[in-house]
């Protein structure tokens, strides 16, 4: 074990932050050091007239051979800063990008980050694809039969995990499966495994005028997390089952009774030994190692930041997992119950109940022996009161390994005193990422090993993508310009002007047409039947729009956010209403 030690000028720097009140502290929403600074120009959609000032997969290593005059010369050159950027020549001609980059949706200074927060599953620990859904799925189906009575031929159901992504929303009620956009409107509608039609997909969902859906009730589940994989395809396949009308013990159960019991048992599958014995026994077929874990947190801890663990996992899957992650290998029973990788962590909170542990102040924390994984009560907070003035650290130095409480307990164990100093980790949007952010104010990651796939397709598909923007402008022009002609007539309309329109309309169906292919072509690259993930149609989903707005950062992983310093400042793009997307565009013309 690598020993965590301090540099002189960071101790000093730690200090200095520390004794500060807390009006003085660094916050870590103050980006740039003048607060009344803007971000008046930044880069922000493709603009299918110029070149991409971003190479994937690039970096910075090296000298470039080719001067970065071309992108920013004449705009140094302008502000009278020519010849002042001394290392101006050392950046590569094209900014670098990849999916190990983290991402930023609202402005983080991680100098005014007291403490960084992880989840476990999918997060730290990622899992092999669909072998560890595989267990799930499988002890599921065992339960659904023996358990619960449902026909035998269930157990010839097979798990095809690539059917779904990320996003969608279950309508329990119905037994429908729904992409829609961030304005709530369905975009793409499946009921079981076969799709819906656009006729009955608008009657349900649009045609409606007595009550808008929010899908929010309690009918309506979103696809936050890869867990609900499993959950899907085992209700989708029931449907399925269930509108064959060939079994007659599932004519009585409604299709989000169904559902329910679906997720009890794949819940009871992660409770009851049938994943966490079976991953003890061969860890390295179902999670995968990633060498800059131990580093990463090794880092933070270096730095002064206090790192903790925060997962709904009991403290025996936690142990097995994490042993692993730390060891790189399976261990041996005694070298397990040393629990070596605690040492990465200040705190460490197991079987933590979230949603529920962000928002109920009246849940109890329990102390739990890592040696045997027996629990012992706490007096919580008043416990940490009755202790004195360091009752923080002494009660930490009993043990600091929880289950259960709340995020009141954390805080105080962590002697935090606002939610802008703890940036959490996770990769479920509502438990780890909204839920946390709207209610505590905690800054946010969110981690989406999709990503990767998705920023690959979107560079392979740029030429498409442009010849999709260009044309919808062209049908933008059409419909402008036939709106042009209709304002000069007075009355009726002359056989010149109806001859105009009629040719307008019969140039927008043939450009409309042509649209429609690619477009289809396009979504189809990034997923045959749900397409692009932050997108649906036109409009950013309603995935998008959730992560856009509570995700202060995201990445595909973890560990990516190792690769930044703890003096990184990390900026957004300037956000844009479609007027001023118009005024940006070199192809439009402001008319004053």
């Known amino acids: 074990m690598t020993p965590l030690k301090h540099s002189r000028s960071f101790v000093q720097k730690l200090s200095t932050v520390q004794n500060m009140s807390n009006d003085e502290r660094i916050s870590s929403y103050d980006v740039d050091s003048d607060e009344e600074a803007e971000q008046l120009l930044a880069e922000h959609v493709i603009n299918g007239s110029n070149p991409s000032t971003s190479t994937l997969g690039g970096d910075y290593s090296g000298e470039s051979t080719m001067s970065t005059s071309s992108r920013f010369g004449p705009l140094l050159s302008d502000l009278g800063l020519e010849g002042q950027i001394s290392t101006l020549d050392k950046l590569p001609p094209k900014r670098p990008l990849s999916s190990d980059d983290v991402f930023c949706n609202r402005e983080l200074k991680l100098d005014g980050v007291r403490a960084i927060g992880f989840d476990m599953d999918y997060t730290l620990a990622q899992y092999q694809q669909p072998a560890f859904d595989q267990l799930a799925f499988d002890g599921a189906k065992e339960k659904l039969v023996k358990a619960l009575g449902y026909p035998e031929e269930v157990l010839d159901f097979e798990y095809d ?117 079976e991953v003890a026994r061969n860890p390295e077929k179902y999670i995968v190692l990633d060498k800059g874990l131990v580093p990463m947190l090794e880092k933070f801890r270096n730095d002064g930041v206090k790192v903790f663990l925060l997962t709904n996992s009991y403290w025996e899957y936690t142990s097995v997992a994490m042993n692993y992650l730390f060891h790189e290998r399976k261990v041996d029973e005694p070298l397990m119950k040393e629990n070596q990788w605690l040492d990465l962590f200040d705190l460490v909170i197991v079987g933590s109940c979230k949603p529920a542990y962000l928002v109920d102040p009246y849940l109890d924390l329990f102390r739990v022996r890592p040696e045997d994984g027996s629990l012992l009560n706490t007096d919580g907070i008043f416990e940490i009161e009755a202790l004195g003035k360091d009752g923080a650290k002494i009660f930490l130095d009993k043990g600091k390994v929880f289950q259960g409480g709340n995020w009141q307990h954390l805080t105080r164990i962590l002697e935090i005193n606002a939610g802008e100093e703890i940036l959490y980790v996770g990769d479920h949007l509502y438990s780890d990422v909204l839920r946390s952010k709207r209610t ?107 992560v856009q707005n509570y995700a202060c950062l995201y990445t595909a992983k973890a560990t990516n956010l190792g690769l930044a310093s703890t003096s990184r400042s990390f900026r957004t793009s300037s956000e844009m209403l479609p007027h001023e997307k118009l005024l940006q565009d070199d192809s439009s013309r402001f008319l004053y």
Not at 181 to 188: G, L
Not at 469 to 489: C, F, H, I, N, V
């Open 161 to 277: 995990h690539n059917f779904w992504v990320r996003g969608l929303i279950i309508d329990t009620q119905r037994g429908n499966f729904l992409k829609i956009d961030r304005h709530k409107y369905v975009r793409i509608a499946y009921h079981g495994f076969n799709p819906i039609t656009s006729k009955t997909r608008k009657a349900l969902y649009s045609r409606n005028f007595n009550k808008v859906p929010s899908f929010s009730e309690k009918s309506f589940v979103n696809m936050d997390t890869l867990f609900q994989f499993v959950d899907a395809s085992l209700f989708a396949a029931l449907i399925d089952m269930k509108d064959s009308g060939k079994y007659e013990s599932l004519n009585d159960k409604s299709y989000e009774k169904m559902y329910k019991q679906v997720r009890e048992c794949v819940d009871l599958c992660h409770r009851d030994g049938v994943i966490k014995d």
């Open 440 to 546: 505590l104010g905690w800054r946010s990651a969110f981690i989406m090993p999709e990503l990767t796939d998705e920023m690959e397709t979107f560079h392979q598909q740029l030429p498409l993508k442009r010849q999709i923007t260009k044309l919808r402008k062209l049908r933008d022009e059409l419909s402008l310009y036939g709106d042009l002609l209709r304002r000069t007539q007075d009355g009726d309309m002359d056989l010149v002007t109806e001859d105009k329109l009629e040719k307008i309309m019969e140039d927008d169906l043939k450009v409309k047409n042509v649209l429609t292919v690619l477009a289809e072509r396009y979504h189809a690259a990034f997923h045959p039947i749900w397409g692009m993930m932050f997108q649906a149609g036109y409009q950013d989903s309603r995935f998008a729009y959730f």
